[in-house]
């Protein structure tokens, strides 16, 4: 039996969210269990809970040694400001666990890679559950914690570290506290609802900050607002200018993004995915 824990480090999900995942682990993970921590539904202006609140809740689920994996319910901004204070506060029940989320999440993500804690994973998260289309991306994560590799990104090699981040949050990650150390990593990035303009402001922010990378890939930038003018790039232009100005090297694209395609992507080293 897999445990999992979910709680909501940034925004809350609603009692349908967590039923819609429940009859999808009930009707086709019969060996998983899914458990979530009443502080999912709280609501305090724009966060899951205030900042204790929501601590608390993730450090019940992360050293609680009942549970295999924790997994991050929503993103949405405000896991930043418990990431630091989370993992100060991790026992040895936290360290053997898995982690995954992406989006906002991914500054829990960096955190916890950083002080080597559990297997941390950028995947999709409980609350698309309910989207018939979103449910193929949730599947995938129930399947990698089942020990079913094929929902992994098929870029992963097994010998070039990995890890995946929303852009804007990786973005505000660089020189923080919370900064892994990426260097001989592959990194990805994928980004939702922004201009273009603001996707490259954010390339050029990463391009002086991040250390010597094995390489860049270009997820999903899905859902970009129209500008009153052309900016005169497209996303993968825009990656490939300031790659090539950094001396990074451009892989191409990943399966990964706030898209139904979401692959699971294992930070570190990860087994290459098995064909579906």
Not at 153 to 165: C, I, Q, W, Y
Not at 230 to 238: Q, R, V, Y
Not at 261 to 272: C, E, I, K, Q, T
Request: include cysteine; hydrophobic fraction near 45%.
């Amino acid at each position: 039996m897999t445990n999992i824990a979910i709680c909501a480090p940034a925004t809350p999900i609603t009692r349908e969210h967590a039923e819609a995942l429940e009859a999808l682990v009930a009707a086709e993970f019969p060996e998983t269990r899914v458990t979530f921590h009443d502080q999912c539904f709280v609501r305090e202006g724009h966060f899951a809970g205030n900042d204790l609140t929501r601590l608390t809740a993730l450090l019940d689920c992360a050293n609680d040694p009942a549970f295999d994996a924790v997994w991050f319910a929503k993103g949405g901004y405000g896991s930043n400001r418990i990431a630091e204070a989370a993992v100060a506060r991790m026992n040895e029940a936290a360290r053997s666990k898995t982690y995954v989320g992406f989006s906002d999440c991914g500054y829990l993500l960096a955190a916890l890679y950083r002080h080597n804690i559990g297997q941390c994973a950028h995947g999709s998260m409980p609350v698309s559950a309910r989207s018939e289309s979103d449910r193929k991306a949730v599947r995938r994560v129930l399947q990698w914690l089942n020990g079913d590799n094929s929902g992994l990104e098929p870029s992963l090699d097994g010998k070039t570290p990995t890890a995946a981040f929303n852009l804007i949050t990786l973005a505000m990650l660089a020189k923080t506290p919370m900064m892994p150390d990426l260097s001989g990593h592959v990194v990805m990035v994928e980004e939702v609802s922004e201009h273009l303009y603001a996707i490259d402001r954010m390339f050029f922010s990463l391009a002086g900050s991040l250390p010597r990378i094995a390489g860049l890939r270009l997820g999903a930038i899905s859902d970009v607002p129209e500008n009153y003018v052309e900016f005169g790039m497209d996303a993968e232009e825009i990656a490939r200018f300031w790659c090539e100005r950094a001396g990074v090297p451009y892989l191409g694209r990943a399966e990964i993004g706030h898209t139904a395609s979401n692959r699971v992507v294992p930070f570190g080293l990860a087994s290459p995915p098995r064909s579906a």
